[in-house]
């Protein structure tokens, strides 16, 4: 049996280890980490498979989350974030601006709407003038998102406070903000398995997201859906208070137009890659191309207060 003496061993032991560690830096170096939003997975999965078209040797990491958890991510020290695509730009100035991340791009907008598939109860008599009624029967459930951690989840709570406006229904608002709360999820996406299974009836999810899964979906009018910039007046007339980032702290959300938002945080280990990768989404003709065929029309005229800190190789 042939012996090797300690010095050997040693010398053969650090030579692993510089190895491993040259290897896991080549490897990072190539590796884009994404953290998005939930109703961005079918959209960010498109958006990866082309942007690899273009750079084959590029390893993609993703994961979806309720946008406000996905910021929380972003702040945990331990958590890979080379780029994050937030379905609320406001997550990315309230939560991650100034300590985590420079600035936001705009890229996206979307619209609120009630989905459901033909198995739910009263499918075939739902229409935009007694969607309210159908909901708070009390053989029907409903699900939603939770405010705390994803913008569906708020922009949910304003189009049920907006419809007690709109139609003068006092108290509806609290009714339904207190029916089916076992229901209550922490990403949309989270809801259509329930709906799927008939667990629930109805959902309150992004049209966009109906759209890619094939889902019925009642189009509610631009008061309530959320996707008029014209409206935006309107929309602020509602507000919740959510968690904040720090124990006890909350924040007061206005009801405004859909933008989604994205951000390179201070933490990337690619920050090349990843304005690559923004710069690509938010190409006319490549990513924002892909979002319109997935139901998400791109943001105009939005006036972006961070503009002066993105870099211009970012900017049109």
Request: hydrophobic fraction near 40%; aromatic fraction near 10%.
């Amino acid at each position: 049996m042939i012996m090797r003496s300690p010095v050997y061993l040693i010398i053969a032991i650090c030579i692993l280890l510089i190895g491993c560690a040259t290897g896991g830096k080549q490897d990072s170096g190539r590796t884009l980490n994404i953290i998005h939003a939930g109703s961005l997975t079918l959209p960010v999965h498109e958006l990866a498979e082309a942007f690899r078209h273009e750079y084959p040797d590029v390893k993609i990491l993703t994961e979806a989350w309720g946008s406000k958890a996905g910021a929380r991510r972003v702040i945990d020290i331990n958590t890979p974030a080379d780029v994050f695509m937030s379905a609320d730009y406001m997550v990315i100035e309230n939560m991650l601006i100034p300590e985590h991340a420079p600035w936001y791009l705009p890229f996206a907008t979307n619209e609120l709407a009630i989905v459901y598939t033909p198995r739910s109860r009263f499918a075939s008599e739902i229409n935009v003038d007694n969607w309210m009624e159908i909901l708070m029967r009390s053989d029907v459930k409903y699900g939603r998102s939770n405010p705390d951690m994803d913008p569906c989840g708020v922009r949910s709570v304003f189009t049920i406070k907006l419809t007690e406006k709109k139609y003068g229904q006092q108290g509806f608002a609290k009714q339904m903000l207190e029916k089916d709360t076992d229901n209550i999820r922490p990403k949309e996406t989270d809801l259509i398995a329930l709906l799927e299974s008939n667990h629930i009836d109805y959902i309150f999810l992004y049209k966009s997201v109906a759209v890619q899964h094939g889902l019925e979906y009642l189009e509610l009018p631009d008061s309530l859906s959320l996707g008029s910039f014209a409206l935006t007046d309107w929309y602020k007339n509602v507000s919740i208070q959510t968690m904040g980032t720090k124990p006890g702290e909350t924040i007061t959300e206005y009801g405004e137009a859909m933008v989604y938002g994205i951000t390179i945080p201070y933490k990337t280990q690619n920050p090349e890659l990843a304005e690559r990768f923004v710069k690509f989404v938010t190409n006319s003709e490549k990513g924002q191309q892909i979002l319109q065929d997935l139901g998400q029309e791109p943001v105009r005229g939005f006036a972006n207060p961070y503009e002066a800190d993105i870099p211009e190789t970012l900017l049109p």
